[in-house]
């Protein structure tokens, strides 16, 4: 039987909670296994039913989120956690605390859905090995198929700086040339796992080993160069920390 991610949700606004819950409730691998209406309450139950995630309200009375936050440092087996809060001047002091993601009321569905697969990453890496570096063990022969012009043109993933979505098809971008195809961001990320690239946006794919600059944007969000690229691609504030991670020594 497969095991889902656990859950737990706290915040003192019970709307609020249960949106939050509605909207996890449409991921078949989320399981909500318990949940809080203050920081104190939170604490007992994290520790009772310790689970991969802990999605937190900030403002809360007597125990905030922050509190809960470094309180639950002390655990032997300490949950991801992510900040759902209404104040977005929290988020400096959100990734302090090593918070994964930091997401804004009222809850959109598309940065929701960004903060999911961040979290179905992360455990996926720490089940392989917390704190270990990925290794691309595919074949450095292995070629990308890009057919257009009545032709096929097989691209080495290395070539590749970016793609990114333009209406109904992908635009694949090397240092020199630019390639259309009615392939899925998300059907080329799946071939091209292994190699270093990343979603820095939902219709942006771009190769880590090709980032010349990270740029500050506005709101929390940033935009990358690569190289022989003029263009700025933006990078979705959920993903910033796990770009950084990936990008710095």
Not at 31 to 57: C, Q, R, T, Y
Request: hydrophobic share 40%; proline share 4%.
């Amino acid at each position: 039987m497969k095991t889902g991610i656990r859950v737990v949700v706290v915040d003192d606004e019970p709307y609020s909670r249960d949106e939050l819950k509605f909207l996890l409730g449409q991921y078949d691998d989320i399981e909500i296994v318990a949940e809080a209406d203050s920081g104190e309450k939170g604490l007992e139950v994290i520790m009772k039913n310790e689970p991969d995630v802990a999605f937190l309200d900030i403002e809360m009375p007597r125990m905030s989120g922050m509190e809960l936050a470094q309180a639950l440092k002390n655990m032997k087996k300490t949950p991801l956690i992510i900040f759902a809060t209404a104040y977005p001047d929290y988020a400096a002091k959100a990734f302090r605390v090593q918070a994964l993601d930091y997401i804004l009321k009222p809850f959109d569905e598309d940065e929701l859905a960004e903060t999911i697969e961040m979290i179905r990453e992360k455990l996926g890496a720490a089940g392989a090995g917390a704190g270990e570096k990925q290794e691309f063990l595919l074949s450095p022969a292995a070629r990308l198929a890009v057919e257009g012009d009545g032709r096929i043109v097989y691209l080495s993933p290395e070539e590749i700086t970016y793609m990114f979505r333009e209406e109904r098809e992908t635009v694949i971008c090397t240092k020199d040339e630019k390639y259309s195809v009615r392939t899925t961001i998300k059907d080329l990320e799946a071939k091209l796992k292994g190699y270093p690239f990343f979603r820095t946006h939902k219709s942006y794919l771009v190769n880590l080993n090709k980032v010349n600059e990270l740029i500050p944007w506005f709101n929390g969000a940033y935009q990358v160069k690569v190289e022989g690229s003029k263009e700025e691609i933006p990078v979705s504030r959920n993903y910033v920390k796990e770009l950084r991670d990936r990008l710095e020594l």
